[in-house]
């Protein structure tokens, strides 16, 4: 998914793979505000742009 | 198998663009297995074709599906629905599924794929050819090597002057075919093969003859 992102424009930095146990709640928690905050440092998708235009037009 | 590598995303939607509702359909054995043309990969791409539709501002619905062989009528049954439903269809199979949904249906059938070649898995994500399908197979007299699909010349009595330490001259990293089967004959104590010259070989049943058909009277109905 990492090569396909950039093909359409994604920052393939808005995805990422982790291998966790069901056993490791804390991890996960860490991970998921981790990647949050990194989401919103990257801030919105070309995808979202493309959404937003669209919807301004139809309005 | 038949080795397909995937069209560049641009090529596809130059393609594809101008429909309203497009059906990407996976064909999912041979290129399955080279994890490019199966249903998985027909869903992968579908996605991308979406997120390039969105960022273009193209109005256009793009769906997907698959089926085990789109070479075979059999197979068609259970799509017939969507296939029929749908305005084009981008099919990921190899050339002769292509021309096989072409064959069938009176819509627009579009390639995903760039059709490669006849190989084996080297290893997982190494596809490398092995047949070109001539029609008058010789692996028996050369150790179950194949100089016609391996050989940059196609040569019958080799090694050409070009082969050096094992090595074709069109690239390093090619080996000589004909190095791989004086090795394998002599490893197999089949030398007295090598030395039995081989004529002047009959292509009349390679593409040059013509596109070819093979019918089994016993099997095919009237």
Known sequence: MKNLLPKVGINPERIEMFNLS???GPRWAEICTEFTEKIRVLGPSPIWFALKARKEKAA | MIVGEQKPLEEIWEMIKIHKQVLVFGCNTCVAVCQQGG???AEVLASMLRM?????GVD???TNSGIERQCEHEFFEKSEKEIQGSEAILSTACGIGVQFMAEKYAKPIYPGLNTTFLGAVEQFGVYTERCQACGNC????TGGICPIARCAKRVMNGPCGGSTKGKCEISKDVDCAWQLIVD????LGRMDDYETLTPIKDWSTDRA?????LVREDLADE
């Open chain 2, 60 to 62: 256009i619905e793009i």
């Open chain 2, 52 to 56: 390039k539709a969105t960022q273009e």
């Open chain 1, 22 to 24: 069901a056993a490791m």
């Open chain 2, 39 to 41: 249903n998985k990969e």
């Open chain 2, 184 to 187: 394998r004959l002599k490893l």
């Open chain 2, 209 to 213: 003859g013509g596109p070819r058909k």
């Open chain 2, 138 to 141: 010789v692996l028996g007299q």
